[in-house]
């Protein structure tokens, strides 16, 4: 007969994560900005405030970028806007430098910058999800 094992259930202490922001530059989720404001904005940090200024540092997130882009159909001829998407996991910020090469100077309007599941820690070392920051490229 095999004896049973207990199961050890350990109390966490109830954690309420400060409201806070996400940013890059002074943009917040939903900003609309020009192409050449993308192509100067994608090299910075993505930073993460309260409203107090304390700044939360970025564990890692998910970065998508929605490229606009054109297919031609087979059987009229005609070009058809139509949109990809490139995305990875990073545990740094700013984005790695190759991303940001291949990004800069390429923006169009339409296009999509999206930070998601992005995770930060308090000053105790807690973990905890930041909003989303989507960004639009205007035309």
């Known amino acids: 007969m095999a004896s049973a094992q207990q199961e050890v259930i350990t109390k966490v202490p109830h954690f309420k994560p400060p409201v806070v922001a996400s ?66 996991f990073f545990k740094t910020t700013p984005l790695p430098q190759i991303w940001i090469d291949n990004l800069k100077d390429t923006f169009q309007p339409e296009e999509e910058l999206l930070f998601f599941d992005i995770l930060v820690r308090d000053t105790k070392g807690r973990k905890f999800f930041a909003p989303d920051l989507k960004i639009i490229i205007r035309p």
Do not use: C, R, W
């Not at 904005?41 to 490229?67: C, E, M, Q, R, W």
């Open 23 to 88: 940013f890059l530059g002074p943009n917040t989720n939903g900003a609309m900005i020009t192409v050449n404001a993308a192509s100067q904005l994608i090299s910075l940090p993505l930073t993460v405030t309260d409203a107090g200024k304390n700044n939360y540092p970025v564990d890692s997130y998910h970065f998508l970028y929605k490229k606009k882009g054109a297919i031609q159909d087979e059987e009229t001829g005609k070009q058809h806007v139509a949109f990809t998407t490139l995305a990875d």
